[in-house]
């Protein structure tokens, strides 16, 4: 799933064509991108699910694939670093974000990201973190499971909400999923099996079960963590069975 925003998304702000002023007075046009994928009545879905967004990696004047230098970074008169072009061609991990909400609200968390939120052009510094979720970004991607389908999860999955219900199973294993939200309902299940790794930031287990494996090779890093939430709620007769491992 690639969102750019309608490609007219603008982190950092622009001056709206509206008015007369320089002013930096919109981060672009209406309208988030979105997709939503629902698996029903026993579907079973084997792959990852990744939210990315497309990049303008440089300068390519004569399109022999070679990026020219057109920028002097360090002001010797060397031409040192390439530039955009205003050509899309490539891609990369995650949709456009941004903390500076000039006319649009937040939508989502974004741990990652390195905006300022007092100001766009620095670094929050504990661990590369914004302060709280006032992050916009620029696509959204849910995925429901709902009687007792499946997912066995590949590779890296990069999503906003997944919602597991009504006796569906989603399966960890040698993959990684990153969630804002996982949510569990009516006797669902979430396994996290050998070098399999889930994070999130709000876990809600209703009358459901969430099992680490015994032989689950974890660390304590965001990264190595079989589990890692910042929030965990479990409900009505729910199960968080972290067996022997690290969570």
């Known amino acids: 799933f690639?969102?750019?925003?309608?490609?007219?998304?603008?982190?950092?702000?622009?001056?709206s064509y509206r008015?007369?002023?320089a002013d930096r007075d919109t981060n672009g046009w209406d309208g988030t991108d979105r997709m939503d994928v629902t698996l029903n009545n026993g579907s079973k879905w084997v792959g990852a699910a990744m939210s990315v967004h497309m990049t303008d990696t440089g300068t390519d004047a004569d399109g022999d694939g070679v990026f020219e230098y057109t920028v002097d970074t360090n002001g010797d008169g060397i031409l040192d670093a390439t530039s955009p072009d205003g050509v899309y061609d490539s891609y990369a991990v995650g949709t456009e974000a941004t903390a500076n909400l000039i006319d649009i609200a937040a939508?989502?968390?974004?741990?990652?990201?390195?905006?300022?939120?007092?100001n766009i052009y620095t670094d929050y510094s504990e661990y590369n973190h914004i302060v709280g979720n006032e992050v916009y970004?620029?696509?959204?991607?849910?995925?429901?499971l709902n009687t007792g389908s499946q997912w066995d999860t590949t590779k890296t999955s990069l999503i906003d909400t997944l919602s597991i219900n009504s006796g569906s199973v989603v399966n960890v294993a040698d993959s990684t999923l990153v969630s804002d939200t996982?949510?569990?309902?009516?006797?669902?299940?979430?396994?996290?099996?050998?070098?399999?790794?889930?994070?999130?930031?709000?876990?809600?287990?209703?009358?459901?079960?969430?099992?680490?494996?015994?032989d689950v090779s974890a660390g304590w890093s965001v990264n190595d963590a079989a589990?890692?939430?910042?929030?965990?709620?479990?409900?009505?007769?729910g199960v968080l069975d972290v067996g022997n491992s690290a969570s």
Do not use: K, M
Request: avoid cysteine.
């Open 107 to 118: 939508n989502s968390l974004w741990p990652l990201s390195t905006v300022g939120v007092d």
């Open 137 to 144: 970004q620029s696509g959204l991607f849910n995925v429901t």
């Open 19 to 21: 008015d007369t002023d």
């Open 2 to 15: 690639s969102s750019n925003f309608d490609e007219n998304f603008f982190p950092n702000g622009a001056d």
């Open 182 to 214: 996982i949510g569990l309902t009516g006797g669902s299940a979430l396994n996290i099996n050998e070098d399999g790794h889930v994070a999130t930031d709000t876990l809600s287990i209703d009358n459901s079960t969430v099992t680490i494996a015994d």
């Open 227 to 237: 589990l890692y939430a910042n929030t965990i709620n479990v409900t009505n007769n």
